[in-house]
C-alpha cells in the first residue's frame, strides 16, 4: 500500500514562498507520475502541477504557471512543490497524489493514491 505524506503548509503574507514536500513509502514511487492538488473551502479540488515518472516533463494549471515548480527526487521517494508569489487564491488545502501510468495527468480520476493534505493559508 502506497502512503504519502505531505508537509510544509502554513501561513505565509501575499508575495511570499513555501515550499511542500510530499515522501512517499511502501510503493516504487520512482515509476509513478505525481501530482499537486488543492481544495479550497467551499469549492471543488483541483489540479496544480503534475511531473513524469522521470521527472523529464511537468504540467500546470494555468493560474500557477510561472510561480510554481514541482520537482521530484526518486532517490528519496520525494514529491516537491516550490510556491512564489503566493496570492490569497491560493489558500488551500494541498494534496500530493500518485498517478500509476507514469504520466503528469491532469484529471483527479487517474490518481489512484492521496495524501491527508496539507494547509497552506497566504494573507493579504
Known amino acids: 500500500q502506497v502512503q504519502l505524506v505531505e508537509s510544509g503548509g502554513g501561513l505565509v503574507q501575499a508575495g511570499g514562498s513555501l515550499r511542500l514536500s510530499c515522501a512517499a513509502s511502501?510503493?516504487?514511487?520512482?515509476?509513478?507520475?505525481m501530482g499537486w492538488f488543492r481544495q479550497a473551502p467551499g469549492k471543488e479540488r483541483e489540479f496544480v502541477a503534475a511531473?513524469?515518472?522521470?521527472?523529464?516533463?511537468?504540467s500546470y494549471a494555468d493560474s500557477v504557471k510561472g510561480r510554481f515548480t514541482i520537482s521530484r527526487d526518486n532517490v528519496k521517494n520525494t514529491l516537491y512543490l516550490q510556491m512564489n508569489s503566493l496570492k490569497p487564491d491560493d489558500t488551500a488545502v494541498y494534496y500530493c497524489?500518485?498517478?500509476?501510468?507514469?504520466?503528469?495527468?491532469?484529471?483527479?480520476?487517474?490518481?489512484?493514491?492521496w495524501g491527508q493534505g496539507t494547509q497552506v493559508t497566504v494573507s493579504s
Open positions: 511502501g510503493g516504487t514511487f520512482s515509476t509513478y507520475g
Open positions: 511531473i513524469h515518472w522521470s521527472g523529464g516533463t511537468t
Open positions: 497524489a500518485a498517478d500509476l501510468s507514469g504520466r503528469p495527468r491532469s484529471s483527479l480520476s487517474n490518481y489512484k493514491y
